[in-house]
């Protein structure tokens, strides 16, 4: 069986990123697949120390709740983050967790990434947030998130951004359902 990853980047585990993910979640498994969602704000996830020992050794020297999540996107299809704005950016807890998978990459001599992240090939990206046109001015973050899914080795990527989550439900916004259509798209291929 395929398996989608799902995690919600916002410290809410009730909140709009994680209404968005129940709504991925219809999908994908109504298109055959496994979800397992994480919420990151349930655990202690530290940054990442920089030591690079990851280099050298091919694990995290820090052992954490991020330890067994390593081998849980290694064996994933597909994986969505949903994730609020904070300051124009995507959280710190989502910030952590992508910088603790730099022990899963090593720059190989002629300046090309060897990523192993397994069979992960398909990707979600929905942003949200509480500015009325953070569908414009959010741009950067979305592409941002976009590029780190496609040097994760993601090759088809389907994102969008929610705005005004905080005043209206995320399920009836019409960039919902845009961004819906787009992961049927995703889903079907
Ligand atoms: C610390 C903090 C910073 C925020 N910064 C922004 C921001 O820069 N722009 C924006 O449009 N909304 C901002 N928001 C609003 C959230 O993005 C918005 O309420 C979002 O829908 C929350 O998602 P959640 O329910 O999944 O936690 C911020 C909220 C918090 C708590």
Redesign the pocket.
């Known amino acids: 069986m395929k398996r989608m990853l799902l995690v ?1 980047g ?3 585990s009730d ?4 209404e968005l993910l129940n709504m991925v979640s219809e999908k994908a498994a109504a298109a055959g697949y496994e979800c397992e969602r994480i919420d990151l704000g349930k655990l202690n996830i530290s940054h990442c120390k920089g030591c690079l020992s990851c280099k050298e050794t091919g694990e995290c020297a820090v052992k954490d709740d991020m330890s067994p999540l390593y081998k849980k996107f290694q064996d994933a299809d597909a994986f969505t983050v ?7 950016n995507e959280t710190g807890l989502l910030k952590n967790f992508i910088d603790r998978l730099y022990a899963l990459m090593k720059m190989n001599a002629d300046g090309s990434w060897n990523v192993r992240f397994g069979n992960v090939k398909k990707g979600v990206v929905a942003l ?4 009325p046109d ?1 569908n414009m001015i ?1 741009h950067g973050a979305m592409t941002h998130l976009v590029i780190i899914m496609r040097m994760f080795g993601m090759t088809d990527v389907a994102s969008g951004i929610v ?1 005004a ?2 005043s209206a439900p995320v399920r009836e916004s019409q960039f919902t359902k845009d961004l819906m259509g787009s992961i049927d798209f995703l889903l079907s291929s």
């Open positions: 919600n916002s410290p809410r909140g709009s990123s994680a949903s994730v609020p704005v904070y300051f124009g949200n947030c509480g500015a953070g959010y705005p989550a905080s």
